[in-house]
């Protein structure tokens, strides 16, 4: 069997999707394709909007290489949001100012184009977005807030299953879901309440990215572990049970069973 490719595992935040979202020639499921009676649905552009979205076609733009830039006219969404946890809300948490919401990513040579939610929507409709891992929470919460905003009370809800909950944009039968996989690997109670960190098996969490359309990962929670505080106490690779390990090395390994069932699937 050939090796699985690690799709760049050692970098595996993708935020790069939303500018595909935003601006993605591949997407073809514009609004105006369908005639859904959908009354409620408004596509004008405001002239913030296309002047966001103007870019010089002559050249690729690097969208890594660019500024902050002060912008009155964000946030697109504010605290208000009834999806946003306590947690990451910082304004429910005593902050008293806001100012630090008006800031937008500007790249040298070009812009990226203002989120449009009803045009998202119509590139997402039909389709499954599952935000994975438990730093992809704050992402589920702010896509979810941009969204909720164009859609009428009635025509939108919440469901749970499990560890995944979904919001469902009802008209579309677009769903944006998260699943809490924190290590995207397997992490179990062994003997003695002991946590076991297993490194080759991933099917009790990945069972949840089946039939997803587009899936978002990250190895954020694989950071933030140290000799003085971890969420296992061993790691087990078949039928071996290991007390201590290169962090890297286990890294890996975990990324690559990853890695294998993305190739499989």
């Not at 969204?147 to 039968?173: R, W």
Request: charge should be negative.
């Amino acid at each position: 069997m050939a090796k699985p490719k690690l799709h760049h595992q050692f970098l595996v935040l993708f935020f790069t999707v939303f500018l595909c979202f935003s601006n993605g020639k591949s997407f073809q499921l514009g609004l105006d394709q369908e005639d859904d009676g959908l009354s409620w649905i408004n596509e004008e552009d405001s002239e913030v909007d296309m002047a966001q979205t103007r870019h010089d076609s002559s050249s690729s733009c690097d969208f890594t290489y660019g500024k902050w830039v002060y912008d009155q006219s964000y946030p697109l969404y504010d605290s208000t949001c009834p999806y946003l946890s306590t947690a990451v809300t910082c304004q429910k948490n005593g902050r008293p100012d806001s100012d630090y919401e008006k800031w937008r990513w500007k790249p040298h040579g070009c812009s990226i184009p203002r989120f449009d939610a009803l045009k998202f929507l119509g590139r997402m409709r039909r389709k499954r977005i599952m935000l994975g891992d438990s730093i992809m929470r704050n992402q589920w919460e702010s896509l979810v807030c941009l969204v909720q905003g164009v859609i009428p009370n009635g025509h939108k809800m919440v469901s749970y299953n499990g560890p995944s909950m979904a919001f469902h944009a009802l008209d579309f039968e677009t769903t944006i879901e998260f699943t809490w996989a924190p290590l995207l690997v397997e992490l179990k109670k062994g003997p003695g309440n002991k946590r076991i960190l297993h490194l080759d098996m991933i099917e009790e969490n990945a069972r949840y990215w089946r039939n997803v359309d587009i899936l978002v990962f990250d190895s954020a929670h694989w950071w933030t572990h140290s000799d003085q505080w971890s969420s296992w106490d061993y790691y087990m690779e078949g039928q071996s049970l290991i007390k201590s390990m290169n962090p890297m090395i286990a890294y890996e390994k975990g990324l690559t069973t990853w890695a294998k069932w993305i190739d499989l699937n």
